[in-house]
C-alpha cells in the first residue's frame, strides 16, 4: 500500500490564503450589513422620529396630541417593521401598489401636497425587491415635501420586459415633483450624518443588480427613478384590493 503525503507547505501557505479569503468574506458580508440597518435607520426610524419632534415642537393645543399620539405610533410600528425587514416578505404587484398609495395618503395628510400614485402598467412581481422600492419611494417623496417644497409628486410603477432575455424583466419606479430642484454637484453627506438619502437609495438598489438614476436641475424638480428584477406573473390583481397576495 502506498501512502501519500501532502507536503507541508501547502498547508502553511494554503491555509492562511483560506482563511484570508474567509476573513475578507466575512468581513464584506458585516460591512455591507451596518450599511443596510444604517439605510434602514435613515429611511424610516430617522424620518418618524423627525416628524415627531417637529409635531412635539408645533404643539400648541391640547387637539394637537392627537398628532403627536400618531406620530409615536408609527414610529413603533417603524421598529417592528425593521425587525420583520430582517427577512423582507416577497410582494405581488398588488401589495407593492398598495403599500405605495398607503405612502402617499400619509405623506398627503401631512403636508398638504397632491401626491398621485399610478399603477396601471404594473403586473410583474417584484419579490422581495418590492421593500426596497417602497423605502426609496418614501425617501424621494420625504425630499421632495421637506426639502425641495413641492406642491405636486407623482409616483409611477412600469413593467419593464425584456423580449432579449438577456437583461431579465425590471419593475421601475418613478417618483417626479416640482420642487425646487438641487444641482447635484454640490451635494455632501453632512457632519450629522443628513444628507446620505441619495447614497442610500443608490447602495439599495445597486446591491439588487438595479438601475438608479437622479435627474434634476435647479428650479425645475426633481426625478428619482429605480429599476430592480422582477418576474412575470399571469394573476391578475384587483388593485382596489387590500388583501392580494402573492
Request: with cysteine; aromatic share 4%; hydrophobic share 35%.
Given at each position: 500500500?502506498?501512502?501519500?503525503?501532502?507536503?507541508?507547505?501547502?498547508?502553511?501557505?494554503?491555509?492562511?490564503?483560506?482563511?484570508?479569503?474567509?476573513?475578507?468574506?466575512?468581513?464584506?458580508?458585516?460591512?455591507?450589513?451596518?450599511?443596510?440597518?444604517?439605510?434602514?435607520?435613515?429611511?424610516?426610524?430617522?424620518?418618524?422620529?423627525?416628524?415627531?419632534?417637529?409635531a412635539v415642537e408645533m404643539?400648541?393645543?391640547?387637539?394637537?396630541?392627537?398628532?403627536?399620539?400618531?406620530?409615536?405610533?408609527?414610529?413603533?410600528?417603524?421598529?417592528?417593521?425593521?425587525?420583520?425587514?430582517?427577512?423582507?416578505?416577497?410582494?405581488?404587484?398588488?401589495?407593492?401598489?398598495?403599500?405605495?398609495?398607503?405612502?402617499?395618503?400619509?405623506?398627503?395628510?401631512?403636508?398638504?401636497?397632491?401626491?398621485?400614485?399610478?399603477?396601471?402598467?404594473?403586473?410583474?412581481?417584484?419579490?422581495?425587491?418590492?421593500?426596497?422600492?417602497?423605502?426609496?419611494?418614501?425617501?424621494?417623496?420625504?425630499?421632495?415635501?421637506?426639502?425641495?417644497?413641492?406642491?405636486?409628486?407623482?409616483?409611477?410603477?412600469?413593467?419593464?420586459?425584456?423580449?432579449?432575455?438577456?437583461?431579465?424583466?425590471?419593475?421601475?419606479?418613478?417618483?417626479?415633483?416640482?420642487?425646487?430642484?438641487?444641482?447635484?454637484?454640490?451635494?455632501?453627506?453632512?457632519?450629522?450624518?443628513?444628507?446620505?438619502?441619495?447614497?442610500?437609495?443608490?447602495?439599495?438598489?445597486?446591491?439588487?443588480?438595479?438601475?438608479?438614476?437622479?435627474?434634476?436641475?435647479?428650479g425645475r424638480g426633481t426625478?428619482?427613478?429605480?429599476?430592480?428584477?422582477?418576474?412575470?406573473?399571469?394573476?391578475?390583481?384587483?388593485?382596489?384590493?387590500?388583501?392580494?397576495?402573492?
Amino acid at each position: 500500500m502506498t501512502s501519500q503525503t501532502l507536503h507541508p507547505g501547502v498547508f502553511r501557505t494554503g491555509l492562511p490564503q483560506q482563511r484570508g479569503g474567509c476573513a475578507d468574506a466575512v468581513e464584506s458580508a458585516v460591512e455591507s450589513e451596518r450599511r443596510r440597518f444604517a439605510r434602514e435607520l435613515h429611511d424610516g426610524l430617522a424620518q418618524d422620529l423627525t416628524a415627531l419632534s417637529l409635531a412635539v415642537e408645533m404643539a400648541t393645543e391640547p387637539e394637537d396630541l392627537g398628532q403627536v399620539a400618531e406620530l409615536a405610533r408609527r414610529a413603533c410600528e417603524e421598529v417592528r417593521r425593521q425587525m420583520s425587514a430582517l427577512h423582507p416578505p416577497r410582494m405581488s404587484g398588488a401589495i407593492l401598489a398598495k403599500s405605495l398609495r398607503e405612502l402617499a395618503s400619509r405623506a398627503r395628510r401631512q403636508s398638504g401636497a397632491v401626491i398621485e400614485v399610478d399603477d396601471s402598467r404594473l403586473t410583474f412581481a417584484p419579490g422581495t425587491a418590492g421593500y426596497d422600492l417602497v423605502r426609496v419611494a418614501g425617501e424621494a417623496v420625504q425630499n421632495a415635501l421637506r426639502h425641495g417644497g413641492a406642491r405636486t409628486v407623482s409616483i409611477t410603477l412600469t413593467d419593464v420586459p425584456d423580449p432579449t432575455g438577456i437583461h431579465g424583466d425590471q419593475v421601475r419606479l418613478r417618483v417626479v415633483d416640482d420642487g425646487t430642484g438641487f444641482d447635484r454637484t454640490s451635494l455632501r453627506p453632512r457632519a450629522d450624518g443628513s444628507g446620505r438619502g441619495l447614497g442610500f437609495m443608490r447602495e439599495r438598489i445597486e446591491e439588487l443588480y438595479g438601475v438608479f438614476v437622479v435627474q434634476s436641475e435647479p428650479g425645475r424638480g426633481t426625478s428619482v427613478m429605480a429599476e430592480v428584477p422582477a418576474r412575470r406573473t399571469t394573476v391578475k390583481f384587483d388593485r382596489s384590493s387590500s388583501d392580494e397576495t402573492e
